[in-house]
């Protein structure tokens, strides 16, 4: 299948640090990114890592790729309430397709 | 560059009725995509073109069509609206060469209600 699955919700308190996973199926895998999205608004991209990357770290942004289990996480350090959001995760497949899990929305807790 | 520019912001049709959404950008990019982005859901696929004069279905391309004339432009079309076509639609843009693909900038939706 096509699937790129991630949890829907994630609770963390301010100043903690956030880890959203994901999961994708096509090995063939070219890129990964993390998307965000504001209420009402469209999509930001935050980062994305090409395939034969293991990590990759962007001020309080850390993507960890675990290839052989298929697995991506993004971690935000010293999360805040700005940082309340919806983060997708996408995969883009060899056929040029970008597909998109359906969203973990991140609550910051005071 | 204003970069992914959609029109309109916002729409409601009757069922039956046939709209066209409009598309445009301004990156000289290759690819260009439509979603849908359904209330708590993620984005759903619905057309992609690779170049001007080619296009693809995507995940759910039943009830649209698109066409791809000119690089910048990607107009989707609605020819009998129905409620199920209720959704905000994004439009996104990329420039692919060979396997490295640049990273997709997306328009701020056309939220449509079918009623």
């Known amino acids: 299948g096509e699937d790129v699955e991630q949890s829907l919700f994630l609770s963390v308190r301010e100043g903690d640090s956030s880890v959203i996973n994901c999961t994708y199926t096509?090995?063939?895998?070219?890129?990964l990114y993390w998307y965000k999205q504001e209420p009402g608004a469209g999509l930001q991209l935050l980062t994305y890592i090409f395939s034969n990357m293991d990590m990759k770290q962007d001020q309080r942004l850390t993507v960890l790729l675990n290839k052989k289990d298929k697995h991506l996480s993004l971690r935000i350090a010293d999360t805040q309430t700005g940082d309340s959001a919806i983060y997708f995760c996408a995969e883009s497949q060899r056929d040029d397709k970008i597909i998109f899990g359906k969203g973990t929305r991140l609550h910051i807790l005071p | 560059n204003a970069g992914v520019t959609q029109t309109p912001k916002f729409r409601i049709l009757k069922i039956g009725q046939s709209m066209t959404l409009q598309c445009t950008q301004d990156m000289n990019h290759n690819y260009m995509y439509w979603y849908r982005q359904d209330p708590g859901m993620g984005l759903k696929l619905i057309y992609y073109s690779v170049g001007a004069g080619i296009t693809d279905k995507g995940e759910v391309p039943n009830g649209y069509n698109v066409s791809r004339s000119t690089t910048e432009d990607f107009p989707l079309r609605l020819e009998l609206a129905a409620p199920s076509q209720t959704s905000v639609y994004f439009c996104?843009?990329?420039?692919?060469?060979?396997?490295?693909?640049?990273?997709?900038?997306f328009g701020p939706g056309t939220r449509l209600l079918v009623l």
């Open positions: 096509d090995s063939s895998s070219t890129y």
């Open positions: 996104a843009s990329s420039q692919k060469q060979g396997l490295k693909q640049e990273t997709q900038y």
